[in-house]
């Protein structure tokens, strides 16, 4: 089945950058989302990749590479907010809506 | 503008009984879908559903039934519930399935406790 590689937990400073890796063992899938959430919260979108390549919004970019099957998120400047999980999600090649998400990566920013 | 919510947001019931978990959306959305997480596994799909009266399997279906016959709701029933479906349950809605549209939008979950 189609599975998704996140590190369980990173840890970085306040005002650092830090990148949250996904690789994947699939092909063929539309796009690569990731989403935020804080603990007992929701999930909430922060971006989505359909192409290779860079996207921007505010201090977060994520980054797809098809043919390397690995994509990355990346937090710049951190905040004491974004203490939270961060899971990446594919939708399944197989023409239906399935979702597949990320076993998810626990970021701590200390002060 | 209400979005997702569900209901209940916590609930503790015993093994064997049936269990409606609510969802409701006020963006017509065409899909919704639902998931459980628990700790080690992430979000892990159980049904999904395309429109009113389209829904299907996701990962982790067993043990759960859905309806969806009005677009904004998507109740999610478990049949006899064990201990296993301890877990969060979320309830999820996107407009579509690609590009921006693909962004789903979370209800603030149900706790459950099976005991």
């Known amino acids: 089945g189609q599975s998704l590689e996140q590190p369980s937990e990173v840890t970085a400073v306040e005002g650092a950058i830090v990148q949250i890796n996904c690789t994947y063992q699939t092909s063929g899938f539309y796009g690569l989302s990731w989403y935020q959430q804080h603990d007992g919260g929701a999930p909430t979108f922060l971006s989505y990749n359909a192409l290779d390549g860079l996207e921007e919004t505010g201090r977060f970019s994520s980054f797809l590479s098809r043919s390397d099957s690995y994509g990355y998120l990346l937090l710049q400047e951190l905040q004491m907010k974004d203490s939270a999980s961060y899971f990446c999600?594919?939708?399944?090649?197989?023409?239906?809506?399935?979702?597949?998400f990320g076993t998810g990566t626990r970021l701590k920013v200390l002060a | 503008d209400a979005g997702i919510t569900q209901s209940p947001r916590y609930k503790i019931t015993e093994t064997g009984r049936q269990v409606t978990l609510m969802c409701h959306q006020t963006w017509s959305h065409s899909y919704m879908f639902w998931y459980r997480q628990d700790l080690g596994h992430g979000l892990r799909l159980i049904y999904y559903s395309a429109a009113a009266d389209i829904t299907d399997k996701g990962e982790v279906p067993d043990g759960y039934v859905v309806s969806r016959s009005k677009t904004e709701n998507f109740p999610l029933t478990l049949e006899s519930a064990t201990r296993s479906q301890t877990s969060v349950y979320f309830c999820a809605s996107s407009q579509g399935v690609a590009g921006a549209q693909e962004t789903q939008y979370f209800g603030p979950g149900t706790r459950l406790l099976v005991l």
């Open positions: 999600a594919v939708r399944e090649p197989s023409g239906t809506y399935k979702y597949i």
